[in-house]
């Protein structure tokens, strides 16, 4: 069987619905991004939204492709920091009960909140309080957490702890893993493009962007950046929205087209993605059905809010998944 390992993040993810856009430019807060703040400012935002409608549930980007992973079947464990407190207990259940295996080390740091602003045009913009998330250093890392793993799946926003972000890239290349990246945020890659553009040449074999991500690494429109990532890459998968996606292997272009949704909240849209595609490449199924899959998976998160399917969708995933 093969096993995924995933690493990134250990966050909880509240998710707000708020009633329009002037709230994010009052927070200094651009639409769509990915904003690292500090407790202070996720405290500021959690006021300024404290009178609309809100849930919590655990995220953080890998997280939740590991979660879609074992959801689908796939043996997945995950490794991250969270804190000794209700918070940190919260994210360890949530990961068993969707037959995760958790690799978790804490410490006494609050745990990690990321605060989703979601519009009424279903975009998330995200001021994300890392706490004990980002106490996750080289010192956890070791040679055997890596054995009897086939895949790493890592998420770009790692990047800014430099040094994590390449000691598991080296101890997964080592042991022989393939190493797929997610490039995270459009200004995670503006911030970090040259950092990127060498960890993709020396390391990554499956690499994740969406159109906009993919443009602040390559400069280029889809098709083109697609292109370019496959140069580096054994698999290249530019998302483009409502329009589906574009996937690179072996010289040939595969167009997968999106499901037909009603868009609720894209958060964990290119997450699930991922968790579907990546379960199709474990079982050998064709890039059409991993494709197609990873869009089916990114329909049903995208028409919820927040980026947990419940378990009635899964089985309706699982029924649909047979048929194609």
């Not at 995950?78 to 995760?100: Q, T």
């Amino acid at each position: 069987m093969t096993k995924i390992l995933g690493i990134g993040n250990a966050l909880v993810d509240q998710l707000i619905l708020i009633d329009n856009d002037h709230i994010l430019s009052e927070l200094s807060l651009p639409k769509g991004s990915m904003q690292l703040v500090d407790s202070d400012t996720s405290f500021k935002v959690g006021d300024a939204t404290a009178h609309f409608i809100s849930s919590m549930a655990s995220g953080g980007s890998a997280a939740n492709t590991i979660r879609g992973l074992a959801k689908l079947g796939t043996h997945a464990t995950f490794i991250g920091h969270v804190g000794d407190d209700s918070v940190g207990n919260f994210f360890n259940d949530d990961l068993i009960e969707s037959g995760v295996i958790p690799l978790l080390f804490r410490s006494n740091t609050p745990s990690g909140i990321a605060k989703a602003l979601v519009t009424p045009d279903g975009e998330r913009t995200f001021a994300t309080y890392l706490g004990a998330a980002v106490e996750l250093g080289i010192e956890h890392l070791n040679p055997e957490l890596f054995k009897g793993y086939d895949i790493l799946y890592i998420e770009g926003y790692l990047v800014f702890n430099s040094p994590l972000f390449l000691k598991a890239l080296e101890l997964a290349k080592e042991a022989g893993l393939k190493i797929a990246l997610d490039l995270a945020s459009y200004n995670v890659v503006e911030i970090n493009k040259e950092l990127l553009e060498k960890v993709i040449y020396d390391y990554v074999d499956i690499v994740f962007a969406n159109e906009e991500e993919a443009k602040a690494l390559t400069g280029l429109e889809p098709n083109e950046a697609l292109l370019k990532l496959a140069e580096e890459c054994e698999y290249a998968i530019v998302k483009i929205g409502a329009k589906g996606s574009l996937i690179s292997h072996k010289g040939e272009v595969f167009q997968i087209d999106a499901f037909p949704t009603t868009p609720t909240d894209t958060t964990g849209a290119g997450d699930m993605f991922a968790a579907g595609f990546l379960h199709g490449l474990v079982n050998n199924w064709t890039i059409e059905k991993s494709g197609k899959t990873g869009s089916l998976l990114a329909a049903n998160v995208i028409s919820v809010v927040g980026a947990k399917i419940d378990n009635k969708q899964w089985e309706e995933i699982h029924k649909i998944i047979r048929d194609l």
